[in-house]
């Protein structure tokens, strides 16, 4: 967790969720002393701040966890599809919030990445580019929307965000 050199706000920062770009913002703008941000969240007690964690929806981040692992040259993306990273040790080293976070996740307010730059502006006063997926290298040049046909794999991201899903309100109307 990230406290905020306003003094007013804590942020959380989960992995594949924008956070190394909200962090560059953040850091542009005098809000933290660092461009990186870590992705521990505990606390002893709940700090008398208003603290947020951002999350993004499940089957983007998925997504976004396949191609980062090719990023950091973990997998071969042209031979690792999705469909073998939905079936392999790999979908489950990066866990849900809930997974991660546990009952902590009750304690902030969830951003969506889709709703970031209204945070950044209504909230900490921010004005930012629109987030664009600006650590989005590694593709493997499929289509989300051919992917998310396939109900094996909708029903395994489904699984694996269950208790998020019960907590944090995503639209995943065009998934399901």
């Not at 003094?7 to 990186?36: E, M, Q, S």
């Not at 997504?63 to 999705?82: C, G, M, Q």
């Amino acid at each position: 967790m990230h406290f905020l050199n306003n003094g007013k706000h804590a942020l959380v920062f989960p992995p594949r969720c924008g956070t190394r770009w909200i962090a560059g913002v953040l850091y542009d703008n005098g809000l933290i002393d660092t461009k990186g941000p870590h992705h521990n969240f505990e606390w002893v007690e709940k700090p008398n701040i208003d603290t947020f964690m951002f999350v993004r929806n499940p089957f983007t981040r998925e997504r976004s966890i396949h191609r980062w692992l090719a990023e950091v040259n973990k997998i071969d993306i042209n031979t690792f599809t999705f469909e073998d990273y939905i079936d392999s040790k790999e979908f489950n080293t990066e866990g849900s919030w809930y997974t991660r976070y546990g009952n902590l996740n009750n304690y902030v307010t969830h951003i969506h990445l889709e709703k970031l730059n209204e945070f950044l502006e209504n909230t900490l006063e921010i004005e930012a580019p629109k987030y664009n997926d600006l650590y989005h290298m590694e593709d493997d040049n499929r289509n989300d929307d051919d992917i998310f046909k396939n109900q094996y794999i909708i029903d395994k991201i489904l699984e694996k965000y269950k208790e998020d899903l019960l907590h944090i309100k995503f639209d995943l109307t065009s998934y399901i």
